[in-house]
């Protein structure tokens, strides 16, 4: 946390819940969303978040960043020049240029692919997945999956929010889960 100081408005994550909006009804009837716009409208909060996200992580052994089109790369991105790693990002197929490692996955509404570079990773190579929420863990687990794919190893997987409620975590397991926000209900 080197940008931040003591009168720094944003000192924890619990100061960073102030930034987050609640919308019902969103985007169906009886759904609350919890927007990050909000956050990512001001740079203390948002600097703050990538801060607390790296302090987690400082002094682990973690090779590279990794994140899922395209909200994952707003917090991926800043991490990896904070952690001073490289980034690697993951996307839906066929919008990577070169070849590629692929994985299908089950959605609760169908089936989605993600891709990611062939060398963008190599065996031995800890990688830390990021996200901006954690809701149901299907997508990240299959980012997880992609990337054990290489022979590299997953050194955790970071959330803004999370949304503990829909059991994102337990769908993770065994992966380490670190998220700046939980959210009951």
């Known amino acids: ?5 003591p009168t720094h408005p944003v000192q924890s994550a619990a100061d960073l819940i102030k930034f987050i909006r609640d919308i019902p009804d969103f985007p169906k009837p009886g759904i609350l969303f919890r927007d990050i716009t909000p956050l990512l409208g001001s740079p203390l909060a948002f600097r703050a978040s990538v801060d ?3 302090l987690h992580y400082h002094g682990q052994q ?8 395209a909200r994952g790369f707003i917090f991926a991105a800043p991490l990896a020049v904070e952690l ?5 990002p993951i996307r839906k197929r066929g919008k990577l240029p070169f070849k590629v490692h692929s994985l299908r996955y089950e959605l609760e509404y169908g089936n989605d692919t993600v891709e990611m ?4 990773l190599s065996p031995g190579h800890r990688v830390l997945l990021v996200d901006d ?7 990240m687990k299959a980012c997880c999956e992609l990337v054990e794919q290489t022979g590299a190893t997953i050194a955790g997987c970071c959330f803004l929010v999370e949304l503990a409620f829909l059991g994102g975590r337990a769908k993770l397991a065994p992966y380490e889960v670190f998220s700046l926000i939980s959210y009951d209900g």
């Open 84 to 88: 001073g790693i490289g980034f690697v």
């Open 1 to 5: 946390m080197a940008h931040m100081h």
């Open 52 to 54: 607390l996200m790296a």
């Open 62 to 69: 973690i090779d590279a960043v990794a994140a899922a089109e």
């Open 117 to 120: 570079h062939r060398d963008a």
């Open 133 to 139: 929420l954690l809701a149901t863990g299907g997508t």
